[in-house]
């Protein structure tokens, strides 16, 4: 695995929650293969938000990976890239609409930080410094 595929692809596949890579044990070739496709898909993905949202932000950081988890993928864009043609959920929308097919995308949502989600990061940073 290690000489087919960079050092980092391999470290991700093996640190993502339910990996068939974390066992240590023999992979069918066909699992394997898998998530080789699923590595490529994820660093096209992110290259592409990159693209996408890094000049609304100025070059500053503009996403923030959330989860990984086997074929699941959870992004935030950062509020520097919610500037200029991103200031809609609906252009946000169009764009993934625009490139599901050409990024394998089967199935996405883009929606606004919940009430609960700031209550739940606001708690986590008052635990983290007390």
């Known amino acids: 695995v290690e000489a087919a595929f960079d050092k980092a692809a391999v470290d991700e596949l093996q640190s993502r929650p339910g990996s068939p890579l974390q066992g240590g044990g023999n992979v069918p070739l066909a699992v394997l293969a898998e998530c080789a496709i699923l590595a490529t898909r994820t660093k ?8 996408e949202f890094k000049p609304e932000a100025n070059g500053q950081p503009c996403i923030v990976s959330l989860d990984k988890a086997q074929n699941v993928l959870r992004y935030q864009v950062l509020a520097a890239a919610l500037q200029g ?5 609906g252009t946000m929308f169009s764009l993934f ?13 883009v929606s606004q930080t ?12 008052q635990a983290s410094q007390s």
């Open 97 to 109: 609409q625009e490139h599901k097919k050409a990024l394998s995308v089967e199935d996405f949502q």
């Open 85 to 89: 043609r991103f200031q809609s959920l």
């Open 44 to 51: 096209a993905f992110e290259a592409f938000l990159i693209r």
């Open 114 to 125: 919940s009430l609960e989600q700031v209550f739940n990061k606001f708690a986590t940073s």
